[in-house]
């Protein structure tokens, strides 16, 4: 089990490395408005808490890959 979360948290780790890269070279966060009013949040806890989301979504993504990996009779198996 643990070599599973494994497979699912560091890949998702490395990718939300790169995405926040990736989005924060293009966005301010203090250009960034919420419901029409701007964020009253520092950049760092954007830059933050855009990680974490980044990162729940992608480990979301790969644990769903992982999923439908498996094969049929380990899916259906009763875990009693």
């Known amino acids: ?27 301010d966060p203090q250009d960034m408005n919420w419901f029409g009013q701007p964020f009253e949040i520092s950049r760092q806890a954007v830059y ?3 990680f974490f989301v ?3 979504v992608i480990s979301v993504g ?6 439908l990996s498996l094969p049929a009779n ?6 009693l």
């Open 74 to 79: 380990e899916v259906n198996r009763s875990p």
């Open 54 to 56: 980044f990162w729940f």
């Open 48 to 50: 933050t808490l855009g």
């Open 62 to 67: 790969s644990a769903l890959t992982l999923f």
């Open 1 to 27: 089990m643990k070599q599973k979360m494994m497979w699912i948290a560091w890949p998702s780790f490395l990718m939300a490395g790169v995405l926040e890269l990736l989005v924060f070279a293009l966005v």
